[in-house]
């Protein structure tokens, strides 16, 4: 048997598996379905239980189908965080976004710097985050308007 049948049957394969399309990449759509699904249950809390106490207001700036993320963090001398006290997900609609972060005061340390921190990505990447807000107690606030900046 010579050599060449077994080189274009070579050949012939190469060139059959080359010719494949490519795999096209996944195309940006809405927030995937489990987030949405996770902003819609913390979006309906229902009324405030006897034992918690909630931080409440508005972002501002976030762009629609923006995955956001806000957290009470206890936070040690060099801002970085030590404990989550509570955490909820958003999905911006490119208008007012109302909030509501509802955490157990028990949890609360007494001395230690408490923080709410957040930030919004879309299709995967940090696009903008909230400057820390300091929560000196642990009472039910009205936080006002919170403004989003852009992510260094």
Excluded: W, Y
């Amino acid at each position: 048997m010579s050599i060449r049948p077994l080189i274009l049957l070579s050949l012939f394969s190469l060139l059959v598996a080359c010719s494949s399309d490519a795999p096209k990449p996944p195309e940006p759509g809405p927030a995937p379905q489990q987030a949405q699904k996770k902003a819609r249950e913390s979006a309906d809390l229902g009324p405030l239980p006897a034992h918690q106490r909630e931080l409440s207001g508005t972002l501002q700036g976030v762009p629609s189908g923006a995955e956001v993320e806000l957290a009470l963090l206890v936070v040690d001398n060099q801002d970085r965080p030590q404990q989550l006290l509570a955490s909820s997900s958003l999905i911006g609609t490119n208008q007012i976004l109302p909030f509501r972060l509802r955490f157990n005061p028990a949890s609360f340390p007494a001395g230690a710097r408490v923080e709410l921190r957040g930030r919004a990505s879309q299709s995967g990447q940090l696009i903008l985050h909230l400057p820390s807000q300091v929560i000196s107690q642990p009472t039910t606030q009205a936080m006002g308007q919170l403004q989003f900046v852009k992510a260094p």
